[in-house]
């Protein structure tokens, strides 16, 4: 670790995994120096980069004393904001990923909202942006909010947790703000080895113990779509990362939620679906032979019989993929998943 000149306690630690992301880099550290609230430290984890992202972090850090800089081989964001975590100072912890960033006001507004409610809160929920770059600016579209609300009991963030779920605000740790005592007696970890949603396992740890929750009402954080991310990008073991993730969801949703299984059946099958059209990608090289074998090793898959079997599909594509996989109908499988791309494409 970077050796740091000493600061004055932070009540802010933010947390960025880097990884290969010199061209973007900026675009999150520059938004964090421009907070309007600057009680904070940066903390930035470079995750085995081969590219000059090192170099430019420390170069942050020799400007200014809130920056700490993590260097370890490449394991993966998971190991990432774990080494993260075992190294913040502060009373909040923010993540943010490499190449998106927050609103400059976005501190202050999140330690307002705190003090407003007697410093007492485990988990800040804050609205985002779906964004993209376009021609070196951020172009801000779909909006995630929901009304400014106080659960002043874990059993009052559960009766509104499908609400949270409907706007896609229960899954990433990029809107948030978590207060580190809370985290280290929840003892939540983010999964090592899960390539997908690895998020929501280390949220789904703090939200079945949370007792004061605060959602906030602004817009905080911007989401950045790029073409090639790690969201977008085809790999064969997200398929199990997945099921860890469906498999966890399910224990933990049974004993806190039941209402919301249905949910993450539904997700999985969604998740199936997006495995299968990411084949379809322009840059994966991959035979059809393999692709099919890809196809019928999920369809064999003991937790997607399962899910089949007892899902109420809430979508028709969530119908018809299900239907295929009942039926075994791993070439039509296929056809959905490259007619999804193919009117993607389109749509670009």
């Not at 993209?132 to 947790?161: D, P």
């Not at 779509?225 to 498999?247: L, P």
Request: charged share 25%; glycine share 2%; proline share 1%.
């Amino acid at each position: 670790m970077r050796k740091q000149r000493k600061c004055d306690k932070m009540k802010f630690s933010v947390i960025i995994p880097v990884y290969n992301c010199a061209d973007r880099l900026h675009i999150s550290v520059e938004s964090i120096f421009q907070q309007t609230y600057g009680d904070f430290e940066l903390i930035l984890v470079n995750d085995g980069s081969t590219d000059n992202s090192l170099d430019i972090c420390n170069e942050y850090a020799s400007k200014d004393c809130r920056v700490k800089v993590l260097n370890q081989k490449n394991s993966g964001p998971s190991v990432a904001r774990n080494t993260g975590l075992k190294y913040v100072s502060g009373e909040y912890v923010v993540f943010c990923d490499a190449d998106d960033c927050l609103e400059k006001e976005a501190l202050e507004k999140i330690i307002k909202e705190i003090r407003n409610n007697d410093d007492k809160c485990d988990i800040v929920f804050y609205g985002y942006y779906d964004s993209a770059m376009e021609n070196g600016s951020i172009i801000k579209r779909n909006k995630h909010t929901y009304n400014h609300s106080v659960f002043n009991s874990n059993t009052a963030l559960k009766e509104k947790y499908n609400d949270l779920n409907n706007i896609s605000f229960t899954y990433p740790v990029w809107n948030k703000a978590y207060r580190l005592q809370f985290v280290k007696e929840s003892k939540a970890e983010f999964p090592v080895g899960v390539n997908i949603a690895e998020d929501y396992i280390f949220n789904l740890k703090l939200y079945t113990k949370a007792e004061r929750t605060i959602v906030m009402s602004e817009w905080l954080y911007n989401y950045i779509q790029h073409s090639g991310s790690i969201t977008t990008k085809f790999q064969e073991s997200k398929i199990n990362s997945a099921e860890y993730v469906y498999e966890y969801a399910v224990k933990v949703m049974e004993k806190w939620n039941p209402n919301m299984v249905n949910c993450i059946h539904n997700a999985y099958l969604k998740d199936i679906s997006v495995y299968i059209n990411n084949m379809f990608n322009s840059n994966v090289d991959l035979s059809v032979t393999k692709k099919i074998e890809l196809v019928r090793s999920v369809i064999r898959k003991e937790s997607v019989r399962i899910c089949i079997k007892d899902v109420k599909c809430s979508s028709f594509r969530n119908k018809m993929i299900c239907m295929l996989i009942k039926y075994r109908m791993a070439l039509l499988l296929l056809l959905t998943g490259k007619i999804a791309r193919l009117k993607c494409r389109k749509k670009c």
